[in-house]
């Protein structure tokens, strides 16, 4: 998802961004975080993203998104999902975005680098004791990333970096940016490379974005002056930017996917409570076939979102596949507004209660834009057409039902 922080502003005790026990988006029946932690307890449902992330920290939780807890195997999908929807079933969706871009994309891409600058910076984020914004979308449209104006030069001992990022998850909060810059002209992939820019390096300006459905995500806006660091700060090999941003943009997307089944399941829990109480005639409003129609046909959605992530999850987080990323990303961002929507509809004009079901569609729009526009990975799936086809015409082997007799039915 996106580089873009609830509605919640620093100083603010405001929290449309999440909703209230009694505007009815709240569900008390979702995961709880994977182990009690006197830090969720203490923590209050409109904290911001950084805030949830040192609590997650603090707990020892943010490396269960990982095979073996080692950031650098990949991330380990049932850990991420057990992550998201426990941070999700408590905290608001900017919140939660500020932990998932950090989780799947940020710290896998930092931690292709070594040195003394890139383990300080892994130790502290992996801890909760330090943010990390992921830098990636320039000035330009954030789907051609070839076309970036941010540049690195580099030197013998140096990396000069110029330029500015926009719509920036974390950037209000973050102890360092891992910026995507050029270090030579040219739209070739080989072109583009990370560095680890410090928050309080010379040269850089941090500004709020104008949003308040995203403030508590630490959304804003990086500009960079001639920022001067040494050479340990670039992350990885020179030239290996854009590889890098595509293999782990397939993780954040899948990422994108198993929250999406979390809120989708959430929100749907909730909306069939309210529906179950709210009464209609002599009955219930649960009880008109057209409602339960509606809502049946958001199930089948969420199932159909799942079953893509349980299919693909293992080959996008072992091998990064970009098909399969691409199929989990339009698959989110045509589910999560579609159901959010059905739901908004069917709580009427309770929706627009602060923090209600209205807000929280408007949030979860970003499924459709964050991690590339729903409209450019179909086009990736349609240059993959033939291929999808044909292996839709050898599906796998149907599960064998015992018969009770020791053999096949």
Same mark, same amino acid.
Request: hydrophobic share 45%; aromatic share 4%; charged share 20%.
């Given at each position: 998802?996106?580089?873009? &922080?609830?509605?919640? !502003?620093?100083?603010? *005790?405001? %929290?449309? =961004?999440?909703?209230?026990?009694?505007? +009815? #988006?709240?569900?008390?029946?979702?995961?709880?975080?994977?182990?009690?932690?006197?830090?969720?307890?203490?923590?209050?449902?409109?904290?911001?993203?950084?805030?949830?992330?040192?609590?997650?920290?603090?707990?020892?939780?943010?490396?269960?998104?990982?095979?073996?807890?080692?950031?650098?195997?990949?991330?380990?999908?049932?850990?991420?999902?057990?992550?998201?929807?426990?941070?999700?079933?408590?905290?608001?969706?900017?919140?939660?975005?500020?932990?998932?871009?950090?989780?799947?994309?940020?710290?896998?891409?930092?931690?292709?680098?070594?040195?003394?600058?890139?383990?300080?910076?892994? &130790?502290?984020?992996? !801890?909760?004791?330090? *943010?990390? %914004?992921? =830098?990636?979308?320039?000035?330009?449209? +954030? #789907?051609?990333?070839?076309?970036?104006?941010?540049?690195?030069?580099?030197?013998?001992?140096?990396?000069?970096?110029?330029?500015?990022?926009?719509?920036?998850?974390?950037?209000?909060?973050?102890?360092?940016?891992?910026?995507?810059?050029?270090?030579?002209?040219?739209?070739?992939?080989?072109?583009?490379?990370?560095?680890?820019?410090?928050?309080?390096?010379?040269?850089?300006?941090?500004?709020?974005?104008?949003?308040?459905?995203?403030?508590?995500?630490?959304?804003?806006?990086?500009?960079?002056?001639?920022?001067?660091?040494?050479?340990?700060?670039?992350?990885?090999?020179?030239?290996?930017?854009?590889?890098?941003?595509?293999?782990?943009?397939?993780?954040?997307?899948?990422?994108?996917?198993?929250? +999406?089944?979390?809120?989708?399941?959430?929100?749907?829990?909730?909306?069939?409570?309210?529906?179950?109480?709210?009464?209609?005639?002599?009955?219930?409003?649960?009880?008109?076939?057209?409602?339960?129609?509606?809502?049946?046909?958001?199930?089948?959605?969420?199932?159909?979102?799942?079953?893509l992530a349980d299919r693909f999850g293992p080959s996008v987080s072992l091998h990064h596949d970009p098909r399969a990323s691409a199929t989990l990303k339009a698959a989110a961002g045509t589910t999560v507004p579609y159901v959010l929507g059905e739901c908004a509809q069917l709580w009427g004009a309770a929706g627009f209660a602060d923090g209600g079901i209205q807000e929280i569609r408007a949030q979860a729009a970003l499924f459709g834009i964050g991690g590339g526009a729903t409209e450019v990975v179909l086009d990736t799936l349609a240059e993959g057409a033939d291929q999808?086809?044909?292996?839709?015409?050898?599906?796998?082997?149907?599960?064998?039902?015992?018969?009770?007799?020791?053999?096949?039915?």
């Amino acid at each position: 998802m996106p580089d873009v &922080r609830p509605s919640h !502003t620093p100083g603010s *005790t405001r %929290a449309c =961004a999440h909703p209230s026990p009694d505007s +009815g #988006t709240r569900d008390d029946s979702t995961p709880t975080p994977p182990t009690a932690s006197p830090h969720f307890d203490a923590l209050p449902a409109n904290a911001d993203g950084a805030e949830v992330w040192a609590a997650l920290g603090a707990a020892g939780l943010l490396t269960s998104a990982y095979r073996g807890g080692d950031v650098r195997a990949g991330v380990d999908p049932h850990g991420l999902a057990g992550l998201l929807a426990a941070a999700d079933a408590r905290w608001s969706i900017p919140a939660t975005l500020s932990a998932s871009v950090q989780l799947a994309t940020a710290l896998p891409v930092l931690a292709t680098g070594t040195g003394p600058v890139v383990e300080r910076a892994l &130790r502290r984020t992996l !801890t909760g004791r330090a *943010t990390l %914004a992921l =830098a990636a979308t320039d000035t330009t449209a +954030g #789907t051609d990333l070839t076309a970036l104006r941010t540049e690195a030069a580099l030197d013998d001992d140096s990396v000069h970096v110029t330029g500015g990022k926009e719509w920036i998850a974390n950037t209000t909060t973050a102890e360092a940016f891992l910026v995507l810059a050029r270090h030579r002209p040219g739209r070739h992939f080989t072109s583009f490379s990370w560095v680890l820019v410090p928050a309080d390096a010379p040269g850089v300006t941090v500004r709020p974005a104008p949003s308040a459905l995203y403030a508590s995500s630490g959304a804003g806006h990086v500009t960079f002056e001639a920022v001067r660091l040494g050479r340990d700060h670039l992350v990885g090999r020179v030239g290996m930017g854009l590889p890098l941003f595509a293999r782990h943009i397939a993780v954040e997307r899948l990422a994108g996917a198993l929250w +999406g089944v979390a809120l989708c399941r959430r929100v749907l829990a909730t909306t069939r409570r309210r529906l179950a109480d709210r009464a209609h005639g002599d009955a219930t409003l649960w009880d008109l076939p057209h409602i339960r129609q509606r809502f049946a046909a958001c199930l089948v959605r969420v199932q159909e979102l799942k079953a893509l992530a349980d299919r693909f999850g293992p080959s996008v987080s072992l091998h990064h596949d970009p098909r399969a990323s691409a199929t989990l990303k339009a698959a989110a961002g045509t589910t999560v507004p579609y159901v959010l929507g059905e739901c908004a509809q069917l709580w009427g004009a309770a929706g627009f209660a602060d923090g209600g079901i209205q807000e929280i569609r408007a949030q979860a729009a970003l499924f459709g834009i964050g991690g590339g526009a729903t409209e450019v990975v179909l086009d990736t799936l349609a240059e993959g057409a033939d291929q999808i086809l044909a292996e839709l015409a050898h599906p796998g082997p149907l599960p064998v039902e015992p018969t009770g007799r020791g053999t096949p039915a």
